[in-house]
């Protein structure tokens, strides 16, 4: 079992030292499209929806029909981020899209989130799924088991594609003095890349773990937000070269 953690905050960064870190200030990472320092003592990983819904075969995406035959891979991949990421004491913040179980968190008439939210649509569509996709303390709901929150882990709770709409994701962040953020999670062109823009929208700096992150469709679809984030919003580093810049951090 994990708990929840919500917490309120000023609206205003400030410089945070992690008792018992002997992590040096800054760390040098081989982004793209170009070299990136970091403050790992500002810094977090973002594990987005990696939930039973869109990483396991019966969840959400399967039973809409959308290809999760990469999502054990992507699994095994954020487990060692985030062993090297909790050695390194970077913190780790789990985003998890829930609704109650009447739905009345979704959106009602005057929602678009309705009409176009996978879960809400497939449960529309197909009666006999109503309750079991998406919904709090159902198995599509549960955070994969190999990637289960840990003590002193966050999880913050959402019902909407971005992590920062109506959460409190932006005051658990700043109160941690955090401004850099490493995204894993799927779908790499939906909840992930909503997040991310809304995260450099609000002066955080991005980072997009390439192989930590899986597209709901096409693979041209997760190409394309490596595309968006590159040019426009942020930065893109493989796995390896986090978990090492991780470990570097640790024999500085």
Not at 130 to 137: H, P, T
Request: aromatic letters at 10%; one cysteine or more; hydrophobic letters at 45%.
């Amino acid at each position: 079992m994990y708990r929840k953690q919500y917490i309120m905050s000023k609206i205003f960064y400030f410089p945070l030292n992690r008792p018992g870190s002997d992590t040096p200030p800054m760390s040098a990472f081989k982004t793209r499209p170009e070299p990136l320092d970091v403050d790992l003592a500002q810094a977090a990983i973002v594990v987005v929806d990696m939930q039973n819904a869109f990483a396991r075969r019966g969840g959400l995406l399967d039973l809409a029909g959308i290809d999760v035959s990469g999502a054990d891979a992507v699994v095994k991949t954020i487990a060692r981020v985030l062993d090297a990421a909790r050695a390194a004491q970077v913190p780790v913040v789990y985003l998890q899209t829930g609704y109650k179980p009447d739905l009345s968190n979704g959106g009602g008439e005057a929602s678009p989130n309705p009409r176009k939210e996978t879960a809400l649509c497939l449960m529309r569509a197909r009666p006999e799924l109503k309750g079991r996709l998406l919904v709090e303390g159902t198995w599509d709901f549960q955070i994969v088991e190999e990637l289960a929150p840990q003590p002193g882990d966050v999880v913050v709770l959402k019902t909407r594609y971005s992590g920062f709409a109506g959460t409190t994701l932006d005051s658990t962040l700043r109160v941690r003095g955090v401004r850099y953020l490493f995204f894993v999670g799927i779908a790499t062109n939906v909840c992930v890349e909503s997040t991310l823009r809304d995260a450099y929208f609000q002066e955080y700096w991005p980072i997009l773990i390439t192989d930590g992150a899986m597209q709901a469709g096409p693979p041209a679809a997760h190409e394309a937000t490596i595309f968006n984030v590159e040019s426009f919003f942020g930065w893109t580093l493989p796995a390896a070269g986090l978990i090492e810049g991780l470990r570097s951090a640790q024999r500085a």
